[in-house]
């Protein structure tokens, strides 16, 4: 195998995972479920990956780093992914997406005040009452919300 991992002109799955920072084997999932493309193999059976694979697999990457979820992404990438899909059709997915992130951070905030206030309510002392126990305690915490 030439420098860089080049086999006939291509790249193997290992410098792939290098030049991208995603693991060989998500780099199978995304191929399994779809969101990357299969490459075509050698005469040997090798898979040979190109720049396109690898814009794709960064485009993945940081898609999913900032929370989009598989269906979202594989939804971009079929309206043609990075540098021609529609910025219309984007920007509703994204749009949909930060509905979702709002309300996870809304449920994170109720969460928060839960916490802190539960906290508040412990003596921290030596006895068996305790706010938090009773907060994680199943039997007791189905009369309190988060």
Not at 71 to 84: M, Q, Y
């Amino acid at each position: 195998m030439a420098a860089g991992g080049r086999r006939g002109g291509g790249i193997s799955r290992g410098e792939l995972a290098r030049r991208t920072g995603v693991n060989i084997e998500t780099i199978r999932y995304f191929e399994r479920i779809g969101i990357l493309a299969a490459p075509p193999r050698t005469e040997g059976g090798h898979r040979i990956y190109d720049d396109g694979h690898a814009r794709t697999l960064g485009f993945v990457r940081r898609a999913r780093g900032l929370g989009f979820a598989p269906e979202e992404v594989r939804a971009i990438l079929d309206l043609g992914g990075p540098g021609k899909a529609s910025c219309v059709e984007v920007r509703e997915i994204a749009a949909h997406h930060l509905e979702q992130v709002r309300a996870k951070i809304a449920d994170l905030a109720k969460l928060e005040r839960l916490l802190a206030t539960t906290i508040k309510r412990c003596s921290g002392g030596a006895v068996p009452e305790c706010a938090i126990i009773d907060l994680l305690d199943e039997e007791l915490s189905q009369h309190q919300t988060p």
